[in-house]
């Protein structure tokens, strides 16, 4: 190996060659390297350089004087260009040439050849906004057909970023748009039964016929019913797919340059605060064209894989403030995936309004209002029963009292109505429930919570449905009670013993009681 550093010119190169062989083989192995590069004083400090690698791992049959298929052999040519890397603001241009051969008995066969081109850039140098960009494109050529199950292809990767700081903090926010595309394994799903409370889903069986059937598994509503969990089988097939990811936050924070101004309007507007986010991914089987409009639209069922968007906006007033405040928040979740019965759309819309008053040092008023909906579409006619679409009005007001960092008690009452619209029936339910919690903390020995539900529904439907255990939350028609309790010490300095008991009592159903108890090393 050699290393030659002079005037901007940097020289490398090594040599490594290794024969060895066995009772019925033998072989060698040769890998030569070499890299060439130059720095540009008179371009600031610019870089162009270039290197050859080459891997040969030869090993042969003496018997049958054949290629054995441990063998492999690669070449790679690579080129760059860039400019000076200790600045904030800096760029990189790249290319590599990788070609491999593949071993057959009688010989090597070129097996492919594949170009790769990189694009680079930072821009960095200003705090208020700052961007990064990676992007690449692949050309593969397939040399020799039959192989493998590599076809010819173009890919086109990217992903860009976006960082904005303004007005010492008042606007701050960040961008990102990703694209790009690979190779998806097509999965089979089913649900294993495991003890109870390891699970997520819970089976409640429709047409009670006794056999478990894929639209029968609901996501457990409480732990003593999460006794299955989905298995996701892998096939030997795959799909050529493209993706895409678009996102963005957004904060302003009026409070950050107007806290203290004389203006009274400022001074208003600085107790306000606005969060918005936005997230959509898609990802479909490509058709040989380019997939970057991350706002395409509908996308055909044929071609989709997976489909998620993510929607949520906060305006606060008096956020930070000892005395008062509201929050309005509007959010919109749709999910659609791909399952072995078809495909399957979540939608939740939410709208809600959250106001605060504190009352002294000990007491918190909080009146929360929400309406929304939640859909569920499944085409398969076979699984209808699991469609639904539920509108849903609830009104909560609720008093802590609060005592320094030992001792918290709530009180809550909800009021909840709710629509659903099941194979063309419409059903109702309305709930009232009372809820009491608090939180107890022994310094140095321990922490004790408890929590007490009484809820009251009047449920106008078709009970043992996957309607009706979205409208009552997994409870049932009737007084339906539920209660916690849960005891931690920490003992000595590094363990956490835990006890928890939790009850309920769901409409004219038996008592069910859960117990646990665990212990907990922190390392």
Do not use: C
């Not at 054995?68 to 760029?91: E, G, M, Q």
């Not at 639209?215 to 892998?234: G, H, L, M, W, Y």
């Not at 380019?290 to 906060?314: K, M, Q, R």
């Amino acid at each position: 190996a050699h290393s030659i550093n002079d005037k901007g010119w940097n020289v490398q190169d090594a040599f490594l060659y290794t024969k060895f062989s066995g009772a019925s083989f033998d072989g060698y192995f040769l890998r030569p390297t070499i890299s060439l590069s130059k720095r540009l004083t008179k371009w600031k400090q610019m870089e162009i350089g270039g290197a050859f690698l080459l891997e040969h791992n030869e090993i042969k049959n003496t018997k049958a004087d054949t290629l054995l298929p441990t063998s492999f052999s690669f070449r790679d040519w690579k080129a760059f260009v860039r400019s000076d890397a200790s600045k904030r603001n800096r760029w990189s241009v790249n290319w590599m040439q990788r070609a491999n051969q593949y071993p057959l008995p009688d010989g090597w066969v070129p097996l492919d050849v594949n170009n790769n081109y990189n694009l680079q850039v930072e821009l960095f140098n200003s705090m208020a906004h700052q961007f990064r960009l990676n992007a690449g494109y692949r050309n593969l050529t397939v040399k020799t057909k039959g192989i493998t199950n590599l076809q010819s292809d173009n890919t086109l990767l990217g992903r860009g970023e976006y960082f904005l700081n303004l007005a010492k903090g008042a606007i701050t926010g960040n961008l990102l748009y990703e694209t790009g595309a690979g190779q998806e394994q097509q999965r089979n799903f089913s649900y294993v039964e495991v003890p109870a409370g390891r699970g997520e889903y819970t089976w409640i069986d429709y047409n009670a016929d006794g056999i478990q059937q894929l639209n029968e598994f609901e996501v457990a509503q409480f732990s003593d019913q999460a006794k299955f969990i989905r298995i996701f089988t892998p096939t030997n097939v795959f799909v050529k797919v493209v993706y895409n990811t678009f996102n963005y936050s957004v904060m302003l924070s009026p409070a950050n340059i107007w806290r203290r101004d004389s203006s009274q309007v400022k001074r208003f507007l600085a107790k306000l605060n606005v969060q918005s986010s936005f997230q959509t991914s898609s990802k479909v089987i490509s058709d040989g064209s380019l997939y970057l409009n991350p706002f395409a639209g509908v996308i055909n069922d044929t071609t989709l894989i997976s489909h998620l968007s993510n929607l949520a906006n906060t305006l606060s007033y008096n956020r930070f403030s000892t005395k008062w405040g509201f929050d309005v928040t509007q959010v919109r979740n749709q999910v659609k995936a791909l399952q072995t019965y078809g495909f399957e759309s979540r939608i939740i819309k939410d709208f809600s309004l959250r106001l605060r008053k504190n009352s002294g040092r000990y007491f918190t008023w909080l009146l929360t209002a929400k309406t929304g909906s939640q859909q569920l579409i499944t085409p398969n006619q076979k699984f209808d029963n699991r469609n639904f679409d539920i509108s849903i009005n609830s009104l909560s007001p609720s008093l802590t009292f609060t005592k320094g960092a030992n001792l918290r008690i709530q009180g809550t009452y909800k009021w909840d109505k709710r629509k659903g619209l099941a194979i063309g029936k419409e059903q109702q339910s309305i709930s009232h429930s009372l809820v009491l919690e608090s939180k107890y903390n022994l310094v140095q020995k321990g922490l004790l919570t408890g929590r007490f539900t009484y809820a009251n529904i009047d449920f106008d439907g078709v009970p043992n449905s996957t309607l009706s255990f979205n409208m009552l939350d997994g409870l049932q028609p009737g007084t339906n009670l539920l209660w916690t309790i849960d005891f931690t010490r920490r003992l000595a300095n590094a363990l956490d013993l835990s006890f928890q008991y939790e009850g309920r009592k769901p409409g004219d159903t038996r008592i069910i009681h859960v117990g646990r108890a665990s212990l907990r090393a922190i390392l």
